[in-house]
Nanobody
């Protein structure tokens, strides 16, 4: 069992930065691959970034070079550093616990409540 709580969202101007945090409790954090998803109004939820227990990472093409995912297993926390933000990054961002096999991320049904990121002038 995993409980996830996201924080760090807010309103930011284009070109700005935000750092999202996802705190996990109720299970052994280090055994899971972790990921960030986002969902904009009227669109499907999409995978943004994932990180394995060993620290290997993958990013959606749309955020590659701008976003960084990291984890601190001692603190049971995963982060998403978002730089050079664009209006199209506006979405609710969700944290997820899952598994990674052969470079493919498989989400489990463990989600945070989401945190809103709005990029606008």
């Amino acid at each position: 069992q995993v409980q996830l709580v996201e924080s760090g969202g807010g309103l930011v101007q284009p070109g700005g930065s935000l750092r999202l945090s996802c705190a996990a409790s109720g299970s052994i954090f280090s055994i899971y691959a972790m990921a960030w998803y986002r969902q904009a109004p009227g669109k499907q939820r999409e995978l943004v970034a994932a990180i394995t227990p060993g620290g290997n990472t993958n990013f959606a093409d749309s955020v590659k070079g701008r976003f960084t995912i990291s984890r601190d297993n001692r603190k049971n926390t995963v982060y998403l550093q978002m730089n050079s933000l664009k209006p199209e990054d506006t979405a609710v961002y969700f944290c997820n616990a899952g598994a990674s096999r052969s470079g493919i991320y498989y989400p489990y049904d463990y989600w945070g409540q989401g945190t809103q990121v709005t990029v606008s002038s």
